[in-house]
Nanobody, 115 residues
């Protein structure tokens, strides 16, 4: 199973980007998925998550600006990021929970926000 993430890039502050992530394998059930981000020298932090029942959760720093939602393909997810700020600059990673113990990560996509 692989996760393919895309949609990163460079924008100015106040701009928008949409990240997409899809699993290469079709599963019989909906899996919890999430977006994390990481900057050099820091730990990876949770940005947004969506569970199997489509309940969502967000880091306080992105509430009201970012939206996580399921894509049209099963076990695909996107992250709509609006009003981006320089502090949102990071490599963003998609994660899927195959079960309560096993997770898989995408390859990461870089988001750069200039002031």
């Amino acid at each position: 199973v692989q996760l393919q993430a895309s949609g990163g890039g460079s924008v100015q502050a106040g701009g928008s980007l949409r990240l997409s992530c899809a699993a290469s394998q079709a599963f019989s059930d909906i899996k919890p998925m999430a977006w994390y981000r990481q900057t050099p020298g820091t730990e990876r932090e949770l940005v947004a998550s969506i569970d199997a029942g489509d309940n969502t959760d967000y880091a306080d720093s992105v509430k009201g600006r970012f939206t996580i939602a399921r894509g049209s393909a099963i076990n695909s997810v996107y992250l709509q990021m609006n009003n981006l700020q320089p502090e949102d600059t990071a490599t963003y990673y998609c994660r899927i929970a195959l079960n309560k113990m096993i997770y898989m990560w995408g390859q990461g996509t870089l988001v750069t926000v200039s002031s």
